[in-house]
Each structure stands twice: as structure tokens, then as C-alpha cells.
């Protein structure tokens, strides 16, 4: 039977880049979970890894056909940590082998509940995450959906794993989770973007690409960093950096003939559209 305990056990199926983010979280929190996590790799290499570590208790598809089964055996939180066209398949591999009362999360892109929901037994409550790769750094923003069936108790114990990696924002609805990957989890690859645009134009005023690398990565880093311990919004934060016929606020005009605020919501939405897509199998 799967634990009522304040801290949960936990099984990972599939150990990839950003559930393997999420689990070296858990292993830095102590107390994260009541007793080893258990986590499932494809090859028995990734698997062996893990051996000599008490915390962990790996076990190897390539070498064990019951390898999903056996790690979620009598967990209270599964967290599904494969590609989005493999969630069905592997929630039909393991659905005998959950207890009522276990949590199993998702953390793929498109795949929704009411799908998953109708593989797993009746008492097991299916919920969806949305991290992004500043987990890797324990500087994460993850958005959590509970489920239609989810109890506080799910989800706070859905938040507690991802609290681990950086900031939860729990939502009501699970349409939000789309809307979580537009801003946050794809948001990383709009700053990158932003830094691969100034750095070339830093290198198109004659800095060496070194020089326009430290030039950029530092004042991103660093503005960034000032937005986080500021109490003051980013409106304000810009205005202080604007001085009136200044330079900056040159800069800043010719950006804003550009209409950012349209552009960003052309680019969320079409973020949202792909989920949608792939919910409905495009």
C-alpha cells in the first residue's frame, strides 16, 4: 500500500535530462523522500552508475522487462520522465503494478490527463508538471497541475518534489500547463535568443567573439540577478537604467518600434497552438 508519510516514495520512470535534473534535487534535499528512489534507465550502463549510492535503487530495461514495474511498486509519487509519445505506452506497462492513493505526474508536453487517466487503476490520481532546464541549477520554475481527482495533500506533494529544483506555481486548470510551457519552460530559449542577437551585434562593432561572450553572458547574468533581489518591477528597473535623452533610451526606442508586446504574444500563442497540436495527435 502506498505511504501516507509526510515524505513520499518516489519512483522515476525514465532519467533523462530533465528528470535527472529534477531527481539530483530530490538527492540534495534531505528528507525528499522516505527511503531510496527508485528510477528505471534505459541501459544497464546508466543504471550502474547509480550503484553504491543507498539513496538510489536503479533498474535497467535493457536487462529487465520488469524494470518500469518493479520501481513503482508501492510508490506514493511516479514521476514520468519520458518523451510525450511514450506516456501512454509505459502507464499501460506499469497501471497493474500502482496502488490506489499513488500520484503519478507527467512531465511531457501535450499529453493530458483525462488520456492517462483511463490507463491507470481507479484511486491513482494522474497529474502533469512543467519544469524548465534551470532545474539543472536549482533555479527552476515548474507549474503544476493537480488533476481532476488530485487532493491538497496530491499536490503538495506534487509541489515538494519541484520545490527541490526552484519555484512551483500550482494551477487551477489544466489548460494553464500550455500556457506555463510558453512562458517558462520554452522561456529559456527566448533569453538565449536575445543573447545570441546582442552578441552578434556586439561582434559587428568590432569586439572579438570572447569579448562580446563575457560582454553579454555577464550583463544577462547580472541584470538578471538584480531583477531577482530587487523588490522593484522590471518597468522600473529599465526606467532607472533610462536616462531621459540619454543613450539607453535611444536604444530602447528603436526596440520598441518593434512592438514587443505584440510580438510576444504572437510568439506565446503559437506556442500554446503546438501543445494543442500535439494534445490532439498533429
Do not use: C
Amino acid at each position: 500500500m502506498a505511504s501516507n508519510t509526510a515524505s513520499p516514495r518516489i519512483a522515476m520512470v525514465g532519467v533523462g535530462s530533465m528528470s535527472g535534473a529534477i531527481l539530483s534535487g530530490l538527492l540534495a534535499s534531505e528528507g525528499s523522500s522516505d527511503g531510496p528512489i527508485a528510477v528505471t534507465t534505459r541501459s544497464q550502463e546508466s543504471a550502474d552508475k547509480y550503484r553504491g549510492d543507498d539513496r538510489v535503487v536503479a533498474y535497467a530495461q535493457e536487462t529487465d522487462e520488469e524494470a518500469n514495474r518493479r520501481a513503482v511498486a508501492d510508490a506514493d509519487v511516479v514521476v514520468l520522465g519520458v518523451k510525450p509519445w511514450m506516456v501512454h505506452d509505459v502507464l499501460r506497462d506499469i497501471a497493474d503494478a500502482l496502488v490506489p492513493g499513488t500520484v503519478v505526474v507527467s512531465v511531457a508536453a501535450g499529453v493530458l490527463t483525462e488520456g492517462m487517466q483511463e490507463l491507470v487503476p481507479e484511486g491513482v490520481v494522474v497529474s502533469r508538471a512543467m519544469p524548465n532546464t534551470p532545474s539543472h541549477l536549482g533555479r527552476g520554475v515548474t507549474g503544476v497541475y493537480g488533476g481532476p481527482s488530485a487532493s491538497e495533500t496530491d499536490i503538495e506533494r506534487v509541489r515538494g518534489i519541484f520545490e527541490t529544483v526552484g519555484d512551483v506555481i500550482v494551477v487551477e486548470r489544466e489548460s494553464q500547463i500550455d500556457d506555463v510551457a510558453a512562458v517558462s519552460g520554452s522561456g529559456p530559449a527566448y533569453v538565449y535568443l536575445f543573447a545570441e542577437a546582442l552578441t552578434g551585434a556586439a561582434e559587428r562593432l568590432g569586439f572579438s567573439a570572447d569579448e562580446a561572450r563575457r560582454l553579454v553572458q555577464g550583463t544577462i547574468s547580472g541584470a538578471a540577478e538584480l531583477m531577482v533581489q530587487s523588490d522593484l518591477e522590471p518597468s522600473e528597473l529599465r526606467r532607472r537604467v533610462t536616462s531621459p535623452k540619454g543613450t539607453t533610451e535611444q536604444a530602447v526606442l528603436v526596440l520598441e518600434q518593434a512592438d514587443w508586446n505584440d510580438l510576444f504574444d504572437r510568439a506565446l500563442a503559437a506556442n500554446v497552438r503546438r501543445s494543442q497540436e500535439i494534445a490532439a495527435g498533429e
